[in-house]
């Protein structure tokens, strides 16, 4: 568990899956994150969340809000997808879109690539997007993340000339 200032990044729990399946079902929510899954799709990844931690040691984290509970989305660290032309450690994150524009992402991030350096002793953490996605930019670069063009990748699983191809990377090492 990751405590911030205004959040808790926890462990999931059945309760979290009906709001997570919210979550995953909104197309603005979901249209940099791949789109809406079929509902076993989203039934898949939130077991995969919720095993994570066990399995790893970390995991895309539950979000909830301090002062009231409120589920907000998740947000944490898993290995890069195999199928992806980089490597190594992912932060990433989804929230509901009644979260945004609060700087829940970018506090919920920074939280996660600390835990990553500092209990996890990961060496370098990244993050990318589609270079469109100035919002996750913006993020990422709140979290410590700095971007890196030269590992810059266009998406295998999107077509040529689909807008969201061409991503961008950032990337961050653990201070010394």
Not at 18 to 43: C, H, I, K, R, Y
Not at 76 to 82: Q, W
Not at 127 to 152: H, W
Request: glycine share 8%.
């Amino acid at each position: 568990m990751i405590d911030t200032e205004r959040l808790v990044l926890r462990p999931w729990t059945e309760a979290d899956r009906e709001p997570f399946l919210a979550v995953t079902a909104d197309p603005e929510v979901m249209s940099w994150l791949g789109g809406v899954p079929t509902p076993d799709a989203a039934n898949q990844r939130f077991e995969r969340f919720a095993s994570g931690f066990d399995e790893r040691g970390y995991t895309r984290w539950a979000i909830e809000r301090t002062a009231d509970g409120a589920f907000l989305g998740y947000c944490g660290l898993a290995p890069v997808h195999e199928t992806l032309p980089v490597t190594g450690i992912e932060a990433g994150w989804g929230l509901a879109r009644a979260a945004w524009g609060f700087g829940y992402a970018a506090e919920a991030a920074r939280a996660a690539v600390l835990d990553g350096f500092d209990r996890l002793k990961f060496e370098e953490i990244i993050a990318f997007t589609a270079d469109t996605n100035r919002r996750s930019q913006a993020v990422m670069a709140r979290a410590g993340l700095t971007r890196d063009p030269s590992r810059d990748f266009d998406h295998p699983n999107l077509p040529e000339g689909d807008p969201l191809r061409r991503h961008w990377v950032y990337a961050a090492t653990r201070p010394a």
